[in-house]
């Protein structure tokens, strides 16, 4: 079991928070790119690549790519400075019922930087 926290920052600031789910989605599409770029030792291994298992969060990779859902325990109506969001993934990842199990979805927390910048904060346990 791996544990993982992965900010995403919006790409448009502009237009307020981006939703968790287009986070979500993007953060684990680069997740399985740099899984699949780091594997890309020889042609056996990408063959027996399984993009189905990939879709539905069904690999052993240690990361969000693992994950086919998550869960908002603090939303964007009261977003968290990143040093907070980032103690608050870390004791959840231990102690919520559904996150702390590495089967479970992955835990998601609204930042915003002091910058201004937005983003999701994704974590949890994955397995390996």
Same mark, same amino acid.
């Given at each position: ?14 237009? @307020?928070? &981006?939703? #968790? +789910? ?5 953060? !684990?599409?680069? /997740?399985?790119?740099?899984?699949? $770029? ?36 603090? @939303?964007? &109506?009261? #977003? +968290? ?5 980032? !103690?608050?993934? /870390?004791?959840?990842?231990?102690? $919520? ?32």
């Amino acid at each position: 079991m791996a544990y993982f926290c992965e900010l995403v920052v919006d790409d448009d600031p502009e237009s @307020g928070f &981006e939703h #968790p +789910a287009q986070a979500f989605e993007r953060a !684990r599409q680069l /997740a399985i790119a740099e899984a699949l $770029h780091d594997n890309d030792e020889g042609e056996d291994e990408v063959e027996e690549f399984d993009e189905s298992a990939w879709l539905a969060g069904n690999y052993d990779c240690g990361t969000i790519a693992a994950k086919a859902a998550y869960v908002v325990v603090r @939303g964007a &109506e009261d #977003p +968290a400075d990143l040093p907070t969001a980032q !103690r608050l993934a /870390a004791e959840l990842a231990d102690t $919520h019922p559904q996150i702390s199990d590495e089967t479970g979805p992955a835990g998601a927390i609204a930042v915003l930087k002091g910058d201004g910048t937005r983003g999701w904060l994704y974590f949890g346990n994955a397995t390996t």
